[in-house]
């Protein structure tokens, strides 16, 4: 049984865990842009920045405290180097965060052994059922708990996923937006695909006309015969509704600058770095995929 210091040094470490520190901020933009940029990872508590009394603007800097350790974790992984308002943001953890590290590392090898991955940015009108179908191909699913809000039957966009199986769960954490309540993905992953390629799902925001892209490798129960890892890519169009391609992963590369192209011929501007920052950072995974893949297949030969 744990002592009360004990159980109050885990509570603070907790609460340590959970902050992020954001440096490199542009001075024109103040506290709705870091929460814009920063909420999808999960429900934030508070932004606290660093104001200049004489220049009435922020320091560069701020901290962020989510209601979720693995909030912050994700955002610290997936927001290093992102460009906002032209510059390229540093995301860290504050200073006071070593003083915590031997119960933050006690923590953190006690919730490796869960079967629990976090969701975040989930789309408010799905239920637990929806995000259930969607995650139920990675193993059996005990229990899904979304984060419940104020208004009934609402959640806050994030949640927690309980597998009966630690085997079945690769990622600690799994950042998935699902943006279309009309489409549910499964993926049935066959046994030619390792446990180290099959389990990778991304989420990527590419350009202004291809929203969101989802890339994993396997099965899936759409109507195609395609069994390689492959791309499902949904577009939004003009009459508000959403349009579903599959692309296998060895021409998706192609088909990405084939989109960079017509996005860049329709503006009259040239497109905005983190546009193409994203689709670069794409490109890159799908090559590490490949590569992957590649040699998976001459190892089983």
């Keep these: 049984m744990q002592s009360l210091q004990e159980v109050a040094n885990q509570q603070r470490a907790l609460l340590l865990m959970s902050r992020i520190y954001i440096g490199s901020i542009n001075f024109e933009l103040g506290e709705e842009a870091v ?33 979720t350790a693995e909030a912050a974790q994700l955002a610290l992984e997936q927001m290093t180097g992102v460009i906002i308002g032209g510059r390229n943001i540093k995301v860290g953890r ?13 923590i953190q090898e006690s919730a490796a052994k869960l079967p629990r991955i976090y969701v975040a940015s989930i789309h408010k009108d799905l239920s637990a059922k929806d995000v259930k179908s969607v995650f139920e191909a990675f193993g059996k699913i005990k229990k899904v708990e979304l984060a419940p809000d104020t208004a009934p039957g609402k959640h806050r966009g994030w949640g927690f996923i309980d597998y009966e199986n630690h085997k079945k769960v690769w990622d600690r954490s799994v950042y ?52 390689d890892p492959a ?8 009459n508000n509704d959403w349009s579903t391609s599959i692309i296998p992963l060895d021409q998706y ?39 992957e893949l590649e040699e998976e297949r001459r190892e089983s030969h």
Excluded at 41 to 52: A, C, L, Q, R, V
Aim: glycine share 2%; net charge positive; proline share 6%.
């Design 94 to 106: 504050p200073n006071n965060v070593p003083q915590a590290a031997p119960i933050i590392a006690s």
């Design 231 to 238: 791309v499902i890519e949904l577009r939004y169009t003009s």
């Design 35 to 67: 929460r814009v940029a920063f909420s999808p990872f999960g429900t934030i508590k508070t932004i606290n920045m660093s104001w200049d009394s004489a220049t009435m603007k922020h320091k560069g800097y701020a901290f962020v405290e989510f209601e």
């Design 176 to 227: 998935c937006i699902l943006c279309c309540i009309s489409l549910i993905l499964k993926v049935n992953i066959p046994d030619n695909v390792s446990e180290r390629y099959a389990h990778s799902l991304s989420v990527w925001s590419v350009t202004p006309t291809t929203h969101w892209i989802i890339v994993f490798g396997g099965k899936r129960n759409f109507s195609t015969n395609i069994s």
């Design 253 to 291: 590369q192609e088909k990405l600058q084939e989109r960079r192209r017509e996005w860049e011929a329709s503006q009259p501007v040239q497109p905005e770095d983190h546009s193409r920052r994203e689709i670069d950072r794409l490109t890159h995974v799908l090559q590490e995929r490949e590569r």
